[in-house]
């Protein structure tokens, strides 16, 4: 079974950064797609952002501009850059991947909250 944790949720004020990230329990290269999807309270999970194994990223619309998405391979981790955080970016953020084979695995998940 493939773990992916992660680590770098917090309390940010307005106008903030946070970095997470997610460390898959096998070769980051192994998998098709990578991301973070995030979950607010009452709300459905969402996506953020994702990359592919050729090097193609996706920004969900909100936060174009402000979240980069990338993976450093050498420590075999993702990270989500989130910049100029606002309190609507509060949720909790899951780590997402799938494999080749369309196997899917999600990490536990971790807390952002945006406030002053």
């Known amino acids: 079974q493939v773990q992916l944790v992660e680590s770098g949720g917090g309390l940010v004020q307005p106008g903030g950064s946070l970095r997470l990230s997610c460390a898959p329990s096998?070769?980051?290269?192994?998998?098709?797609?990578m991301g973070w999807y995030r979950q607010a309270p009452g709300k459905q999970r969402d996506l953020v952002a994702t990359?592919?194994?050729?090097?193609?990223?996706n920004y969900t619309d909100s936060v174009k501009g402000r979240f980069t998405i990338s993976r450093d391979n050498a420590k075999n981790t993702a990270y989500l850059q989130m910049n100029s955080l606002k309190p609507e970016d509060t949720a909790v953020y899951f780590c997402?991947?799938?494999?080749?084979?369309?196997?899917?695995?999600w990490g536990q998940g971790t807390q952002v909250t945006v406030s002053s």
């Open positions: 990359f592919t194994s050729g090097g193609s990223t």
């Open positions: 096998r070769s980051i290269s192994s998998f098709y797609t």
């Open positions: 997402y991947a799938r494999t080749f084979f369309q196997y899917e695995y």
